[in-house]
């Protein structure tokens, strides 16, 4: 669809100079530009790209000289990645889910289904679940029965909200997502090997059998402004529920073991897993790939590189890096030293040689 | 649905005092308990929780003055985490799968459907499938031809059972899960790079152009009372089965590989990696996001840590942890060196100077 | 399906000795061999099995005297693993997709399906998507609005293409893939924390509120001749297309972030994680559970082993390992120093002693 330059920079809260009515149907990287993309060059190491492409109109840096540059018309917007975020969302045609619940479907005649809701072929929505006003629910989704899912919500092909599952508002689920599995949570009837080898640290007794009983799992709650990832597993909770709050960001391929508190705000990158019972407070970030062992507490505003393993608690604020995470500033510290050790190794050695020297010289002759 | 203490005694094989026939629907952390709940308070810790909700009646550790806490009832259960498997077991609603066969799934014609089995809508099951009795099959499951699934199984929302796969009795597939996917096995005409730098331990010979053409798959072979997560992958071996042996419990989001052997009363984590052709002993347990490499053996009654990446045979009985994985007290020994190792650099580099000075004071002479 | 020796040869390009129109059916490890099975016994450490199992020929290495060993043919393959190639292509049954469109499939009257195309039950295929000749599709599959797929494509159960998304000649999907979710691409209105923590190294200022907005995704592009593994997330690109190179091959699980470019002929092993806007170059082989951190580049053919994390830019041909990744040889080094380190540090602790005693007895005398 195309919009015209004053309507894009109106869109995004930003200033524009020259041709407002110049219209462009997408945007691009500047050298890949075609006369219809608004091309983004927010920072002056753009400007060459700008040169070979064929851009009429640019997101330009503050300052930028876009008549010398041979443009029509720039857009100025004070925070590139903010802007980004507006842009996108006004040339994303979004997914195509036919108004209205599809014939194909199979919806539960006693499920609510509130008023605009959108429902595509081979969906299933269960005995007595709530769906909020204006939800988009695509193809092959299934609702369990009595799972409430509040307004607004974006279901993608695929995603699974188990039975009894409580979801806010503006809730969006990508493909293949996961939410109320049951919990991974087994008991042994006598005291089993695991426990035993926290117990000794690492020295439990000889082999015995042991089998696996299931704890069952019971509920999840998400609050408002959640978003779960393609793929992503969130696990009941055992007793009490599993809790998501509001306004966290769960990415692809993610674990959220059984009773797991995440906080408000966070953002949990691609393939993060997190183990049973452990809380993440607010506004925590946690790379791709980080671990959190179960039954521990990471709190408010911390943030983990990707690939960190939380073996422990971590206090509010800090910035965490490394298997097991230490404090960034002491990770950095730690590696270094560490890339140095084969060198130092040596050093000692000649240190050790020197100092027999020294003694022999000396006649220095403890037994 | 409610339950007496009587009842919920006789269930956990425990021992109650006070009033056997109060009812209760479901169970409670003591402090957010209501009055129709069981509270769980297991460990004198929780003992003010108790005094903060309204639980009449608790799940008390040996010994507690059940009617000093303004209760009127009390179990007793020696050993807690497994009274909670039999607990979640009496207060889980189950999935909802309705009996009988929808007439919205596709069922071939062939296929051997036990008695008393339920599939759901949108379920496919392919030709001359075999499924055993009772088995209860939620909407969008796809078991593919010939495969052979015994009594008592639940398959959960999107489960893909592939084509030939067979797998024993009282089987658990969460959401999503997929068995019998292609295995991951390509082979290069030439031999290929990955191969080089193993052979010249990283000095590999410069680039040439490669492609990869497939080893295709055969089967899986799964025991009885096994259970697979959500989202996770178990591919087909190549010649003979990947296998995964009786009790063994895989948690959400795992890959268990082509050829691999995991045997009986396993627990695999959630985002354990086992790559292609490893024999994985019984009784092993893998923490979460654990890595284990191709064509090697991991002993019976291995316990690994979170995170641990296992690189070479592993004896059995033996603890694991780190990356790559040692004994658990020498990883302990390590770690501790590596966090003094910024400290002790510097006591190194005292010791050079004063050593030094000795050298010279001692008019000690090497050239 | 029976297959003559001679005709097994024939495939693989090999040389077979003995009765060539003796049939088997399949091929086995050597001791479990029946007679219709055709032993694998590619190298002289097999022997042994042979004489257990009961096949009457086998899969020989060069110079095996077969007549001697009790076979009545052999057939002898130089490159054992291309051999494997053939053969399990050769006795392979394959996925059971019935031939043509199913009449339980969705498919909108404006897709453009391929001829000699099969399209199984519960299959949705979108507006104007576009589906290539001889493609075979299987159930629960989901194809989005305008996406194209090329020719002889392979769509395992449930696999997720996205709208818009462009996809090459003979491309494979293992069952529940997802290619074309969103993104996982978040902004703050303000500087977030991880901008703060990555500008002051690891002490960012304290606590704020923090919301996050979207940043929209636009598309993937796909060579031909590439495979997707089974629940293996490929998220759009913002702007620019995500994008992944002829021939390459990808295992089960992986995360593939938002426009990223993934080189030719490349392989990545389960479980890996590719974060958004990096360039992996051709031939790069990465193993389980590799890491790739957002924004670098990956060069022509370097091969990474399981587990490594990569967190910098790396140069064209390198051999990486460990966390952060190290040149293979450097990361070999280092370990070792580390398994040292407890020892040395014992040693360090003695040095320290004899040379007090040393300053001691010169009566050094610094302050």
Known sequence: MPHTVAQIAAALGARFEGAGDLTVTGAAEPAAASPFDLALAMDPRYADGLAKGRARVALLWEGADWAAMGLQAAIFAPRGRLAMAGLTRIFDAGPAIAPGLSPLAAIDPSAEIGEGAAIGPFAVIGANAVIGPRARIAEHVSIGAEAVIGADALLLAGARIGARVRIGDRFIAQPGCVIGGDGFSFVTEERSRVEEARATLGKP??????????????????????????????????????????????????????????????????????????????????????????????????????????TSNAPAGRVLMGSPAVRMDQHVEMYKAQRRLPRILAQIADLQKTVKNLREKGGDGDP
Chains 1, 2, 3 share one sequence.
């Open 205 to 310: 007794e000889q082999t015995k059998p042991q089998s696996w009983l299931r704890i069952h799992s019971l509920g999840v709650t998400i609050g408002d402004d959640v978003e779960v990832g393609a793929n992503t597993t969130i696990d009941r909770g055992t007793i009490r529920d599993t809790q998501i709050g509001r306004g966290s960001k769960i990415d692809n391929l993610v674990q959220v073991g059984h009773n797991v508190i995440v906080g408000e705000d966070c953002l949990l990158c691609g393939q993060v897993g997190v183990a049973g019972s452990t809380r993440i407070g607010n506004r925590v970030v946690l790379g791709g790939q980080v671990g959190v062992v179960d039954n521990i507490t990471v709190g408010d505003d911390v943030v983990a590189g990707a690939g960190t393993l939380i």
